[in-house]
């Protein structure tokens, strides 16, 4: 099966392109962004050296679904998904901050409070919790945004206070923070699984806040299946999750978390393909639809530049 592990557009009226971990984007007239959802795949802050097929398509599907799914609740940056692995919106002045909402104590919340941590990001945590169990309500723990390496943890004073974000447009992004991860929830729940916890990213254009980037998609959020959730809090046991956490498992397996002096073991065929075949999985949990592969997968570059290029076209 082919992966699109790298793009090399030269779109009408482009001006720039960022290439990330695994999006690639290209600025359009400094006004729209084209965003393309590669195959890549990302772990300990390295991407992999081999594409996971339909990865790309699972994402960029999964985020232009939450995208319409909560569009009655804050504005955001989509116009449209001309290709199954593009969607096309807004360019908006991004916040340097990341928006976190956990509703339960699992991950890097609970290794911090194993270790005696009770305030995250200026938030006050109970006395006697116990791994994945939930918080009385959602709490925010906002990150920052590094010049390099990994995220900053911060709180909503230290934000306003450094003038990252004013007050005004911190009130909102809280808002509409508890609400799209309140949505997010209630069709997780229809779907028997629990939203643990997710990330938002906002940015402004003229003078509005807009929800940019991705949205519960399993690279951005933890999902917990909620069948047997209550039985294996009660027993002290892992939780069935429904996150890119299996690729995580199988680097530790193979003793990779990219520390010096470590190799990145071999990514077979088969075990990309198995890969695919989870987040395939993933998809169709999460939304309760069957997964369609996208047609002409032997040139995923030629699919894209046409369907993109039809769009700017149409777009004029």
Request: with cysteine; hydrophobic share 35%.
């Amino acid at each position: 099966m082919k992966a699109l592990t790298a793009t090399d557009f030269h779109f009408d009226g482009q001006k720039s392109v960022y290439h990330g971990k695994v999006r690639d984007v290209y600025d359009i007239n400094d006004d729209i962004l084209v965003m393309i959802a590669t195959d890549r795949i990302s772990a300990f802050d390295v991407i992999l050296p081999k594409g996971i097929p339909y990865k790309g398509q699972v994402l960029n599907q999964i985020a232009s679904k939450f995208l319409d799914a909560t569009a009655d609740i804050c504005p955001n940056w989509k116009l449209a998904t001309p290709d199954p692995m593009v969607t096309v919106g807004l360019k908006c002045e991004g916040f340097r901050v990341e928006m976190i909402i956990r509703s339960i104590l699992t991950g890097s919340a609970w290794r911090a409070y194993k270790n005696g941590c009770r305030e995250l990001c200026g938030v006050k945590l109970p006395e006697n919790m116990k791994e994945n169990e939930r918080f009385p309500e959602p709490i925010i723990t906002p990150t920052t945004k590094a010049d390099e390496g990994h995220d900053l943890d911060i709180s909503k004073e230290e934000i306003i206070r450094q003038g990252i974000v004013s007050a005004e447009d911190y009130e909102v992004m809280e808002t509409y923070t508890r609400q799209l991860f309140r949505r997010g929830q209630e069709i997780a729940q229809k779907h028997g699984l629990i939203l643990v916890d997710t990330k938002y990213e906002f940015g402004k254009r003229d003078g509005k806040v807009y929800l940019i980037d991705e949205i519960h998609t399993p690279d951005s959020s933890r999902y917990f299946y909620a069948d047997g959730y209550e039985e294996k809090l009660a027993n002290n046991l892992p939780q069935k999750q429904l996150s890119k956490e299996f690729v995580r498992q199988w680097l530790i397996e193979h003793d990779f978390m990219n520390e010096p002096g470590q190799t990145m073991p071999e990514i077979t065929d088969e075990y990309a393909n198995s890969v695919s075949e989870r987040y395939i999985e993933l998809y169709e949990h999460i939304t309760g639809e069957k997964f369609v592969k996208a047609q002409d997968a032997d040139d995923i570059s030629a699919r894209i530049e046409k369907n993109v290029n039809a769009y700017l076209a149409a777009a004029r």
